[in-house]
């Protein structure tokens, strides 16, 4: 779980995403099938969202830092045709919205 030192909640490896992993906050205000793997409602629960969460704990893992996550997670769903082309060339601030 989170700490000082380490303040990223990850799952544990192999278990996939879980209420007891999670920040708090984060579990009071998701619905029960949005842990799901394959639910494709559930953000983990297609292959791209799965692939993108599995990478971001990994990046995580290794010391990536709260501030590069925006970039990290536009390369990926750039080529996923999910969001207007227009966004990226906006704002910093924009995009992170």
Known sequence: MGSASNPHYLDIDGEGPSPTTSHPNYVAAVPDWFWSEDDPRA?????????????LQTYFADGGRDRDVPGFVARPISGWDLVSDAIWDGATGAVIA
Do not use: L
């Not at 953000?43 to 990478?55: E, K, L, M, Q, R």
């Open 43 to 55: 953000p983990f629960g297609t292959d791209d969202g799965h692939d993108t969460f599995s990478a």
